[in-house]
């Protein structure tokens, strides 16, 4: 018979163990947070219950075929979801207040737009900002400089236009929105409109009508977030611009606008040569009450059978029968 010191003794060990390892268990447990992401008929569902932003935006990269650069700076988790975005909208979504631009690089093997997006920076608290400079009264030399990437190169001057903006030094940001590189001028763009919102609505309707691609798709994106009639009038132009990005950034720029007019350009819209833009444009109406409802009518005449049947199913829904 086992002596009763004898059985403590065996049991000991695993106890301590347990003891040990337990919380490493629980915590682990704890951070085991799920997300699913999918991808179908060029539609964006993803559904993330704090999972690493990283990982959610490196799985949409994996199914999307969106190319991602400095994806290891963000740091935060993601929460919420969404469904059946476009790609350009669900990112926006999915980044929210990430420093962040988003470009476009040709087209893909299907000739849809091929989205690139440059992560520039997962904006940390002051304090934690501080803390990374160097002590230069440590004793320890330091490293020597090498040539930044453009990747770095975009991430430093971002950086230097949000202290900018923290300083209030608008001539700053007018500058890099009027002239600088793309990436510039997108993030001098967005810090401008919440500075001077007029100002940069002027710069805004000058990149729109940009040869340039990048920023053409710029001015858009803050122009959506600008509700006013010159803003709106850039954003119908737009939609007839033969870049189907530009397009569908025009598009999705209008849901925010409130002028009259309004309406009607989305009802051009559900005549646009894409597919995704015609019923893109349907869904908008569909939010906008009576004048959408009367939009909606409109399309029923449209030569596109899957636009006429979605905009039955649409009005369906507005007037459910009894």
């Known amino acids: ?29 704890s951070a085991d947070k799920s997300f699913s992401v999918r991808w179908q008929q060029n ?18 990269a994996r199914q999307t075929g969106l190319e991602v650069t ?20 669900a990112v926006k979504k999915l980044l929210g207040n990430v420093n ?61 236009l949000h202290e900018a903006a923290d300083r209030g030094d608008l001539g700053a940001l007018r500058r890099a929105a009027a002239k600088g590189d793309p990436v510039a001028q997108s993030v001098a763009l967005q810090l401008l409109s919440s500075k001077d919102p007029d100002h940069a609505k002027r ?30 009038a850039t954003l119908g132009a737009a939609l007839k611009d033969p870049a189907l990005a530009v397009r569908q950034a025009a598009l999705t720029g209008l849901v925010s606008q409130t002028e009259p007019q309004t309406v009607a350009l989305m009802v051009e819209a559900t005549r646009d040569r894409d597919p995704s833009i015609r019923l893109q444009a349907l869904e908008f109406l569909s939010q906008r009450g009576a004048d959408g409802e009367a939009g909606l009518t409109q399309a029923l005449g449209s030569p596109d059978s899957e636009v006429q049947s979605r905009a039955r199913e649409l009005l369906d829904q507005m007037n459910p029968t009894p």
Do not use: W
Not at 1 to 25: T, Y
Not at 109 to 127: C, I, K, Q, R, T
Not at 209 to 227: F, M, N, P
């Open 100 to 160: 962040y631009a988003i470009l476009e690089n040709g087209a893909g093997a299907n000739g849809d737009e091929h989205l690139v997006v440059m992560v520039l920076g997962d904006s940390a608290p002051s304090s934690a900002r501080e803390s990374s400079v160097i002590d230069k009264s440590s004793d320890e030399k330091p490293l020597p400089k090498r040539p930044l990437t453009p990747d770095e190169y975009a991430v430093a001057e971002a950086d230097n």
């Open 43 to 60: 539609r964006l569902s993803v559904v993330a219950n704090g999972a690493p932003l990283r990982d959610v935006l490196a799985e949409v």
């Open 203 to 232: 710069l805004a309707i000058a990149a729109a009508t940009s040869t340039d691609l990048d920023r053409r798709l710029s001015g858009l994106q803050v122009l959506a977030d600008i509700d006013a009639p010159d803003s709106t």
């Open 70 to 89: 400095g994806i290891k700076a963000l740091k935060r988790e993601s929460r919420g979801q969404f469904s059946d975005l476009l790609l350009r909208d």
């Open 1 to 29: 018979m086992i002596s009763r010191q004898k059985f403590l003794d065996a049991l000991g060990l695993p106890l301590l163990i347990l003891f040990f390892f337990l919380p490493a268990i629980v915590e682990a447990a």
